[in-house]
């Protein structure tokens, strides 16, 4: 165990505010489940960007304790040979043979002790000792992260079943969508129009809570468990795939991936963001239109820009 207590400094970002209750339209809670799908994927990202990180630095802290026991071995030896009757146990071989080693670097005469050497072999012992604690602690810290994001994603799930229930709006089936509409390439480059082609591919496939990753539409979550789609991060996530270019799944994220545009220097391709949070994403495909999974009840459409609020471009490629 490490000496002392572990402080361990996570950072998550807050919950958003609860959707204003009793909204008068199915496209008001339409908007609300969007936006609270969105925050999902947020949490969902989060947290397997961080179990992630705790299973690197679960290996590192592996790595580290096979060294340090290496080099304890070997020094034990030399501290042995250099033990002296008569005066106090060598701090050499007092950390080398230490059930609990990192207890004795809290005492000031075993840091000082190792201070006045100048063996290779004593330095080496003493920085994997340290190399070990950090690598532990970074594995400690990663852990308790991925337990407090699981926390928040629970909750957050029970914050979705709840609106959910509310709705009353049913998934939609997969349809025929027709003859893709033509697409002038307006000086967009050739991975933009590739994706461009991906997302009008799917059109006519249902929008899914959740669904959607690097491959094609899959299985959501919650209203979307029993429905293979996308959603609308999920869809432009598939589409640029397609071309080589990975986007996070969420929103928030997507509008951060590429180049800020004026809304005036659209191409297809670029990714068109809706509201102040961000939470509704399409892509651009020309001509005031853009492809997009618009809610739960639709599929992938094409569908005119105007009709929802305008926040954000952003050219991905």
């Known amino acids: 165990m490490l000496a002392g207590a572990i402080a361990t400094t996570v950072t998550i970002s807050p919950a958003w505010a609860q959707p204003s209750p009793s909204p008068t339209s199915k496209q008001q809670i339409a908007n609300e489940l969007e936006k609270l799908s969105e925050q999902y994927n947020h949490y969902q990202t989060q947290l397997q960007q961080a179990q992630s990180a705790a299973g690197s630095a679960t290996d590192n802290a592996r790595i580290q304790e096979q060294r340090y026991r290496q080099a304890r071995t070997a020094i034990a030896q030399m501290a042995a040979d250099s033990y002296k009757n008569g005066g106090d146990l060598d701090p050499g071989i007092a950390l080398a ?15 000082n002790y190792f201070a006045q050497q100048n063996s ?9 000792l340290q190399a070990t604690n950090r690598a532990r602690k970074a594995a400690q810290d990663r852990t308790e992260e991925v337990r407090q994001l699981s926390d928040q ?14 709705s009353g709006i049913a998934p939609a089936a997969a349809r025929s969508a027709g003859a893709a509409p033509p697409i002038a390439p307006g000086g967009a480059s050739a991975k933009a129009l590739g994706a461009v082609k991906a997302a009008l591919a799917v059109r006519g496939t249902p929008y899914s ?18 429905t293979k789609g996308f959603d609308c991060s999920g869809l432009t996530m598939y589409a640029y795939a397609q071309v080589g270019i990975k986007l996070p799944h969420f929103t928030g994220d997507q509008v951060n991936a590429g180049t800020r545009i004026p809304k005036s220097s659209l191409r297809p391709g670029d990714l068109v963001f809706f509201y102040s949070g ?40």
């Open 97 to 111: 043979t230490a059930s609990d080693p990192e207890s004795l670097l809290d005492r000031s005469a075993t840091l």
């Open 120 to 128: 290779t072999q004593v330095q080496t012992l003493f920085q994997t």
């Open 153 to 166: 994603v629970a909750r957050q799930q029970k914050v979705l079943q709840a609106k959910i229930g509310q």
């Open 209 to 226: 809570f959740g669904g959607g990753s690097p491959t094609g539409p899959t299985l959501g979550v919650l209203q979307g468990k029993n």
């Open 278 to 317: 961000f939470h509704h994403v399409g892509m651009y495909i020309g001509n005031g239109q853009m492809v997009n999974a618009p809610k739960t009840g639709d599929v992938v459409r094409v569908s005119p820009i105007a009709g929802r609020p305008f926040a954000a471009a952003v050219r991905i490629a």
